[in-house]
């Protein structure tokens, strides 16, 4: 199974808990008067995967989406094997970006679809009540639907405000 990534402006709990205690640094203590102060207040570095090249990233934003869109797509490479960016958003949340990995944009689907949309394909009755019940809540009941040569998943947002994965393929 392909392994497929998504970053978003909030980094979920449970990552920041685990980085935090695997943290090689030192138990902080009070600062010094004498260090520099955003060396002080600042957090550790949290891990990060090389997906996405810094250079390339705006750096978290603190936009709420006005629109339920899909905004992007780009071919990328993750490593030597191709991988697809696309860059998404539901009205009143966070943008977010998913990486799907090992395939091109050309050859992979990404759309906004409803429960309607999900039924006709036969998607809908995978999904679970709960899952279910997150998809009726986005606006305009529009949920990013992804499909690869072997795989699907939708995205729906769960009670932390983020998207997550759910696989809808046989």
């Known amino acids: 199974m392909k392994a497929h990534y998504k970053t978003g402006i909030a980094i ?4 920041l ?8 640094q030192p138990e902080a203590s009070a600062p010094r008067a004498d260090e ?3 060396a ?24 709420i ?7 992007s797509k780009k071919d990328m490479k ?14 009143g949340y966070n943008p977010e970006t998913l990486i799907w990995e090992g395939e091109t944009c050309d050859n992979v689907k990404a759309s906004l679809l409803d429960p309607k949309g999900l039924k006709s ?3 809908w009755d995978r999904l679970d009540e709960f899952a279910q019940g997150h998809v009726e ?8 639907y992804v499909e690869g040569e072997f795989t699907a998943s939708i995205y729906p947002v769960g009670t932390t405000r983020e998207s997550y994965e759910v696989t809808v393929a046989d």
Do not use: H, R, W
Request: contains cysteine; charged residues 25%.
């Open 36 to 38: 520099d102060t955003a």
């Open 121 to 123: 394909l036969g998607k």
């Open 40 to 63: 002080a207040t600042s957090d550790p570095p949290l891990a990060q995967s090389s997906i996405i090249d810094p250079a390339d990233d705006a750096g978290p934003s603190e936009a």
């Open 65 to 71: 989406a006005t629109e339920t869109a899909i905004s």
């Open 137 to 144: 809540k986005l606006p305009d009941d529009k949920v990013l």
């Open 17 to 24: 808990v685990l980085t935090a205690a695997c943290s090689n």
């Open 78 to 91: 993750q490593g030597d094997k191709p991988a697809c960016m696309i860059e998404f958003a539901y009205e």
């Open 12 to 15: 979920p709990a449970a990552l």
